[in-house]
Structures are given as C-alpha cells and as structure tokens.
C-alpha cells in the first residue's frame, strides 16, 4: 500500500491534483452520489445572490459517462503531465496555473456567448492537447490504432466527437478549447518571438508569491510543511534576549 501512495505522490503535482478531482466527481455524480447541479454552468447563476463561484473550477470537473470517466481522466492527467514536466514554456508551477486560469476564461466566454456548452472539459482536453503537441512537431503519436503527426492529434480529438450522439454541439465546444489555447500561444510566445513584441499575458505576481509561501514538501504520508528558515539568526529553545552576548561582569 505504501508502494501505491509513494508513486501516486511522485506523480506531477497539478496533474495528480486535477486528474484526481476529475475522476472523483465523475464518479460521483454518474453513481448518483453527488448532484450534477454543483457541475453545469450557466452565467445567470453568477448574477444570483451569492454568486455561484465555484462553477469557474467544478465546470472543467465532469467527464463523459461511461467509459468517458476512464478515457477522459486518462488523457487530462496525461497532457496536464506533460506540459508540467517538459513543455518549455512552463518552467514553474505558477506558468502552468496561470496558464490554466486563462485558458478556462476564454473557454468560460466564448461558450457563454457561442454555444450551449455547459460542461467544459472536454473544451479543456483540446486546449491541453493543442498545447502539448507544439512542442512535438516533427514527432509521431498513436491516435488508437493508427499513426499520426503529433500536431494533428487536437484535430482528430474534435473529430472524433462527431461519433458521439450530439456530436456537433460537443465538436463547438472543443473548438472553443482550440481558440484559447492557440490565443495563449500567440499573446504569450508567438507574438513576442516572431512580432519582437512583450509577453502579453506574463504570469501575475500573487500567484508566484502564493506558490512560493509556505514552503510544501510532499512525502509518503502526505505533505509537510515547512517555516520560513531564519537568515543569520539562531537556533533553539531560548528567548533571543537570553541569546544575545553583553559587556558581561566578573562573579565573586
């Protein structure tokens, strides 16, 4: 057992946490656990007082039924992975969070004002598998059981819905995926490697100086955390007054 949480906690973090809550709540709701409500988005549940919130994360939390829950977490987790632990535009945790917060708002909005979208998900798994896929042209991937250039793989994923009962509407809301993780790519690398112009959408501060307090360690039986270490200063159980050295006086 211990085998098993060592390498469930070795895992990337984000993806680990994201992939988990995905499949968590999936299961739930499709074994009648927990209320589908909590899961749909509608921008009128916004505007009522208090203001449901929450719908900008537990909207990106709910897969396909069936084998959607085993398939679509599979693929969450394996792009997330990807793009925290190679992709060259994400070197901290911040980059990649930022990254998130920015691809689901433009998801949010263009479904808001486009289509009947009300689960995001899989507009998310387009926008992760675009991203992913930028840094492996040149590269193979197996879609299935046939080969593909890695690039195309987004594309043959918005096909694919097609297959699906409701096929055009869930092809509209990949879409949306694909317009904000290409929007991400042309205002944060694009633009600025090709137009000699500024990152447009840099990582905000607070989220870097959120994930650099306090420091977390994860270990085997959770997570750890640990103070801020003194620079200069002393260590131990007595007061600093009792530290500190005087002029000092002769006894006796």
Request: proline fraction near 8%; include cysteine; charged fraction near 10%.
């Amino acid at each position: 057992m211990s085998d098993m949480v060592s390498i469930y906690m070795n895992t990337p973090p984000i993806a680990r946490t994201i992939a988990t809550a995905v499949f968590l709540c999936s299961v739930g709701v499709y074994t009648g656990m927990i209320s589908a409500q909590p899961f749909v988005f509608h921008y009128l549940r916004l505007l009522k007082f208090p203001p449901a919130l929450y719908l900008f994360v537990t909207s990106f939390l709910l897969t396909g039924p069936d084998l959607g829950v085993l398939f679509d977490t599979y693929f969450i987790f394996t792009y997330l992975s990807q793009l925290e632990l190679h992709n060259s535009k994400f070197q901290k945790k911040e980059d990649m969070i930022w990254y998130l917060m920015f691809v689901a708002a433009v998801i949010i909005v263009l479904n808001s004002l486009f289509t009947s979208g009300v689960v995001f998900l899989p507009a998310l798994l387009i926008a992760l598998c675009y991203t992913a896929t930028q840094d492996q042209r040149g590269q193979n991937a197996h879609f299935y059981v046939i080969t593909i250039p890695a690039q195309l793989m987004p594309y043959c994923l918005l096909l694919v819905q097609l297959l699906f009962p409701d096929g055009w509407n869930k092809l509209k809301i990949g879409l949306t995926g694909l317009v904000a993780a290409h929007l991400h790519d042309f205002l944060s690398r694009i633009y600025p490697e090709f137009g000699n112009g500024p990152n447009l959408i840099p990582t905000p501060w607070f989220i870097s100086w959120i994930m650099s307090t306090p420091r977390a360690q994860n270990t085997v039986y959770g997570q750890s955390i640990a103070p801020p270490r003194q620079v200069g200063g002393r260590s131990g159980p007595l007061p600093d007054s009792w530290r500190t050295r005087g002029s000092g006086r002769r006894l006796g």
